[in-house]
């Protein structure tokens, strides 16, 4: 057992926390009041090869493993959760589903535009009928795919290896409307999630596609400098090889993709919280009432200690269920768990912060009311807190023979 990172590790995080400070923190307030997407922030990280973090040298990425990942998700996030998401949705769930069940040809035409940030990635799951049972089971997905040029037999399971299969598959058309889609606004690629004749496919849809229409940015009450669009399909036209893992594989990929985002969301959780107690903690050194500061009273003693401890947990099982990631272990319940509980973390440490500064906290003229927004999300994007426990359960009631179901 080992707690230490490596010293590759140590040098990357010294890498991070550098961009963070210089290339991040100058504009996140700026942009987060003009609900603003942090393009210059992204062409940066992409030359420091952070857009194609997890990608392999082959494909233009930088070839980091999903714990030192984690740790820029991390750092991202003390300054700018918005930032964190955005890349996490483009590496996590966009293109590192690719580099699992992309064919060859597929990695070669998308990943490096994507690693050089030319490209960004979306990830189209949801839908208006279609939120937690989208994420959870696919049944009720109401976006179709017809196919227009028939399939070639195939032989074998349903689903594809990670090696891919997927430039075989028919052309055909998607009808249907995505929402919440992360980085619509931005996004050059999506990955959209469809009902086929042969289950759920899985699509790569370029964003100028005849067919696909992206709506104007959906106001939220957080991660203002994320674009989170409705996307429209009518009509729109997918070639054979923009099908992704082959017939049926659609729901594996959702599936992988949402593992990987939980532990990222997780990370990017712990950033917040650690940042949040930081600025806190500096307050009530400073801050002075009944002729001391407020440091000394031990109410905000134990909001403080209480929040650090908190951190301190959900350090190790950001960074243990990364390496997991990295070892390709790891199931539902251990990707669950993380997320449950960083989104618990990152909301019940924000709010105990607010609290330790008292109405400065409240005033959007400290950074950290800001956080507090930020992380209201992370209990329902990729998937509600509630149903993280539905999956947490089926592990623990599963000893005695007793069946969750959602
Ligand atoms: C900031 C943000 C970013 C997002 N980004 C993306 C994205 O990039 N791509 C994408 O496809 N989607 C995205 N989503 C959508 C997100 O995945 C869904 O919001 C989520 O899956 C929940 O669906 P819903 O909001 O429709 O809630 P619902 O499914 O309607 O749930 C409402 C409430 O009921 C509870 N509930 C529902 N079913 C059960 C059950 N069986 N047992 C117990 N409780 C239950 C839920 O936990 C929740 O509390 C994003 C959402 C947000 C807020």
């Known amino acids: 057992m080992e707690f230490t990172l490596s010293e590759e590790q140590e040098m990357f995080l010294a890498m991070f926390r550098d961009f963070a400070a210089k290339e991040v923190a100058p504009s996140v307030e700026e942009l987060d009041h003009a609900e603003r997407t942090p393009l210059d922030v992204l062409r ?12 392999p040298e082959q494909y233009f ?4 493993d999903y714990v030192s990942y984690c740790l820029l998700l991390e750092t991202l996030a003390r300054e700018s959760p918005s930032v964190a998401v955005t890349l996490a949705t483009h590496v996590s769930l966009a293109a590192m589903s690719i580099l ?8 070669e035409a998308w990943l490096g535009p994507m690693a050089a940030g030319e490209m960004i990635g979306a990830f189209a799951l ?17 976006t179709r795919f017809t196919l227009t040029q028939p399939l070639p037999a195939r032989e074998g399971s349903q689903t594809s290896p990670p090696d891919g299969g997927g430039s075989e598959g028919g ?16 996004a050059g690629l999506f990955l959209v999630f469809a009902r086929a004749p042969d289950g759920i496919g899985a699509f790569l ?28 399909l009518e009509n729109c036209q997918v070639p054979g090889a923009n099908r992704l893992g082959g017939p049926g594989a659609g729901w594996e990929i959702a599936q992988r993709a949402q593992d990987r985002m939980a532990v990222a969301l997780a990370a990017a959780g712990l950033g917040v919280a650690e940042s949040a107690i930081e600025a806190a903690a500096q307050f009530a050194a400073e801050r002075v009432q009944f002729g001391v500061p407020i440091a000394q009273k031990q109410a905000i003693q134990n909001y403080v200690a209480e929040a650090t401890t908190e951190v301190e947990a959900l350090r190790y099982l950001v960074y243990r269920a990364a390496w997991l990631i990295d070892q390709g272990r790891g199931g539902p319940f251990d990707f669950s768990v993380v997320k449950a509980h960083g ?20 005033m959007e003229d400290y950074p950290l009311a800001r956080k507090y927004r930020d992380v209201r999300a992370l209990s329902i994007m990729g998937g509600p807190t509630e149903l993280h426990q539905v999956r947490i359960a089926q592990k623990v009631f599963a000893e005695w023979d007793v069946e969750i179901v959602p």
């Open 44 to 55: 940066k990280a992409a030359q420091q090869g952070f857009l194609g973090a997890t990608l």
């Open 61 to 64: 990425g930088a070839e980091l």
């Open 100 to 107: 699992a069940y992309g064919t060859e040809e597929q990695r």
């Open 126 to 142: 949801t839908e208006p009928d279609a939120g937690s049972d989208a994420a959870q089971s696919g049944s009720a997905l109401q």
């Open 171 to 186: 052309a055909g058309t998607l009808d249907g409307v995505k929402t919440w889609v992360a980085n619509g606004q931005i």
């Open 205 to 232: 849809v370029p964003k100028d596609t005849p067919g696909l229409v992206v709506g104007y940015r959906e106001p939220t009450l957080g991660l203002r400098s994320v674009t989170f669009n409705t996307v429209y």
């Open 343 to 362: 989104a618990r973390v990152a909301h019940g440490v924000t709010n105990r912060m607010v609290q330790v500064m008292g109405g400065y906290g409240y």
